[in-house]
């Protein structure tokens, strides 16, 4: 026994994520319309709130003394909020459905695949999702007009990140969930981030101490991420965003791995 | 038969599984042979279940010594489950699929090339009469068509041994014969199979040796007829009689049978010779409504270790 132990190859968790993402594809093959609606959302958005409301507000000072036009300032918010409400969505209701009606990861851990290759497989096929997004969203950015600096390209790394972040988290969130009304919890927390994370007004409106409190909201970390990329005002505190969210995300995944090898391997 | 020159395929010593306070499974012991077909028959929530999804790597053990092809499952379950088939309790097929890539998504997960997961999936639809269905969607399936593309996909790696977890509970009689008929096939292929049931005559038809649990441990060990032989006579005169003429002095049935079980509603008497024990009733004066003779099954078997109340 001990012989056959050490001449096999040892087995790498996470390996067969890929089997997981190449499940999820063979499903979005016919249900691609998903995929199409999670492109539009930001650019719904973009076209009312960016030029609809835009239309309203006239141009906004960014701290260098720069004027940007509303809708340059608020669409690398709303691209970062749509990289955390795509990433909950799938973390949290595609999940649970498959973690507590279908049985798909029993299934799944009847093979050689383990429970770190379905929290990978699951959160980096978030991230894939997140991803197409993102490419969708700098595109019609684009087409509209609305990039302003050249670094805007790193703003699809950093929705990836965001989409980490939040799918990890919000993933570890869905294994405590029992019933669908569990939900509204998670949404009683994303509802006020996607509205108050300085996503569509600087956060200077914020009064002490409730903008330092606000920055450290994960979404505000985030959106001030992809700001500075799009506005081209990079500084320093770029590497605590990346930080704050890398560290979110790992936490995340880490429980995640936890919590399935707990309600699965029982 | 397990045999010394034989290592086991499965090989268990006070194997124990505890959730929390509770005791499911209480120091087994048991071996399985390879190519042997080996069943877990007992009530609902004897243990069964917990014990094969030990063996299916996907319950850790509490205590005691598992061995599942040679390897350790606490360290070795990747390896193991890449030459385990596995056919739950409850169907685990992904509605998301249709039918064949069902099968084919899989084998995938063992690691197969897209062709060969393929080119199994069609062979393995055959094999379970479902080609036809190959593109449908798996949630019209009926639960035998179900229970049928279930053991299909347990089937894509190949295994060495099959662990099938009441593969026949809730299916009408001709879709079971369709499964035990498949299941035949297999075991004269050489896979080993591991089943639980609570199903006599499947245990009768498909198992070379089972193991009878009852309240997470094992009673009894044998073949079919061995545990017949062990555990009840040859035969079973079954006396049924009207509501109020049910004889109320039992000691009238004393020295016919070696054993005798007093229903609500009947008498059975556990004798060698059958017939001989109903012509000596019939000389004391005792007047059934109905007077069968039987071969004893495992049934009686069954019965006799577990108790006749019901078990929730």
């Known amino acids: 026994m001990t012989s056959l132990s050490t001449i096999?190859?040892?087995?790498?968790?996470?390996?067969?994520?890929?089997?997981?993402?190449?499940?999820?594809?063979m499903v979005y093959r016919r249900t691609w319309i998903m995929l199409v609606s999670g492109f539009f959302e930001p650019v719904f958005y973009l076209l009312a709130i960016g030029f609809g409301i835009g239309g309203l507000v006239g141009p906004i000072l960014l701290p260098s003394g720069e004027h940007v036009s509303y809708a340059v300032f608020v669409a690398p918010g709303l691209l970062a909020s749509s990289a955390m409400n795509g990433a909950i969505y799938d973390s949290t209701f595609n999940i649970f459905f498959k973690l507590r009606y279908a049985k798909t990861y029993d299934a799944m851990l009847s093979t050689p695949m383990a429970v770190t290759d379905v929290a990978v497989g699951e959160i980096a096929w978030a991230l894939i999702?997140?991803?197409?997004?993102?490419?969708g969203f700098l595109v019609a950015m684009a087409f509209l007009g609305l990039i302003k600096s050249p670094l805007i390209v790193f703003a699809i790394p950093g929705a990836m990140l965001i989409g980490f972040a939040f799918a990890a988290v919000g993933m570890a969130a869905t294994t405590w969930v029992r019933r669908w009304t569990d939900f509204d919890w998670i949404f009683v927390v994303t509802l006020p981030l996607f509205l108050f994370s300085a996503t569509f007004y600087p956060i200077t409106v914020y009064p002490e101490p409730l903008r330092t409190f606000v920055s450290l909201t994960p979404l505000t970390q985030g959106v001030e991420l992809l700001r500075s990329l799009a506005l081209g005002t990079v500084g320093p505190d770029i590497l605590v965003h990346i930080a704050y969210l890398l560290v979110m995300g790992l936490v995340g995944l880490v429980v995640v791995d936890r919590r399935l090898a707990r309600l699965l391997l029982k | 038969?397990?045999?010394?020159?034989?290592?086991?395929?499965?090989?268990?010593?006070?194997?124990?599984?505890?959730?929390?306070?509770?005791?499911?499974?209480?120091?087994?012991?048991?071996?399985v042979a390879p190519g042997e077909s080996f069943g877990f028959l007992g009530p609902n929530g004897a243990g069964k279940t917990s014990t094969v999804r030990m063996i299916g790597c996907v319950s850790p053990v509490t205590e005691g010594v598992l061995t599942v092809l040679g390897l350790d499952p606490a360290a070795d379950s990747s390896r193991i489950k890449s030459r385990i088939g596995v056919v739950p309790q409850q169907d685990t097929l992904d509605m998301e699929l249709t039918v064949r890539e069902n099968l084919v998504i899989y084998g995938r997960y063992f690691d197969l090339s897209r062709r060969e997961a393929g080119r199994r999936a069609?062979?393995?639809?055959?094999?379970?009469?479902?080609?036809?269905?190959?593109?449908?969607?798996?949630?019209?399936?009926?639960g035998g068509m179900k229970r049928r593309l279930t053991i299909a996909r347990s089937?894509?790696?190949?295994?060495?041994?099959?662990?099938?977890?009441?593969?026949?509970?809730?299916?009408?009689?001709?879709?079971?014969?369709?499964?035990?008929?498949?299941?035949?096939?297999?075991?004269?292929?050489?896979?080993?199979?591991?089943?639980t049931t609570h199903f006599m005559d499947e245990a009768e038809q498909l198992?070379?040796?089972?193991?009878?649990?009852?309240?997470?441990?094992?009673?009894?060990?044998?073949?079919?007829?061995?545990?017949?032989?062990?555990?009840?006579?040859?035969?079973?005169?079954?006396l049924r009689f009207p509501a109020d003429a049910a004889p109320t002095d039992g000691s009238i049935f004393d020295g016919v049978a070696s054993r005798v079980e007093q229903l609500p509603d009947r008498v059975l008497l556990y004798a060698d010779d059958g017939e001989a024990a109903a012509v000596v009733l019939h000389e004391r004066g005792v007047r059934p409504e109905t007077s069968l003779v039987r071969r004893s099954s495992l049934e009686d078997v069954f019965l006799r270790l577990t108790g006749r109340s019901l078990i929730e």
């Not at chain 2, 639809?125 to 036809?132: P, R």
């Not at chain 2, 498949?182 to 292929?189: D, E, F, G, I, S």
Request: hydrophobic residues 40%; aromatic residues 6%; proline residues 5%.
């Open chain 1, 8 to 25: 096999a190859p040892a087995y790498q968790p996470g390996t067969r994520a890929a089997r997981l993402i190449e499940r999820n594809v």
């Open chain 1, 129 to 135: 999702r997140g991803t197409m997004y993102a490419v």
């Open chain 2, 1 to 31: 038969m397990a045999t010394s020159s034989e290592p086991a395929l499965i090989h268990a010593r006070g194997l124990t599984k505890r959730f929390g306070a509770f005791t499911a499974v209480d120091a087994v012991d048991f071996d």
């Open chain 2, 122 to 142: 069609d062979e393995l639809l055959e094999f379970v009469q479902l080609g036809e269905r190959a593109k449908s969607q798996v949630e019209p399936l009926s």
């Open chain 2, 155 to 195: 089937l894509i790696n190949e295994p060495s041994l099959l662990l099938l977890d009441e593969p026949t509970t809730g299916l009408d009689p001709q879709a079971r014969h369709l499964l035990w008929d498949r299941l035949y096939r297999l075991k004269q292929r050489g896979v080993t199979l591991v089943l």
């Open chain 2, 207 to 238: 198992c070379d040796r089972l193991v009878v649990m009852d309240k997470a441990k094992i009673v009894a060990v044998g073949s079919p007829r061995e545990l017949i032989e062990q555990y009840s006579t040859r035969e079973v005169l079954e």
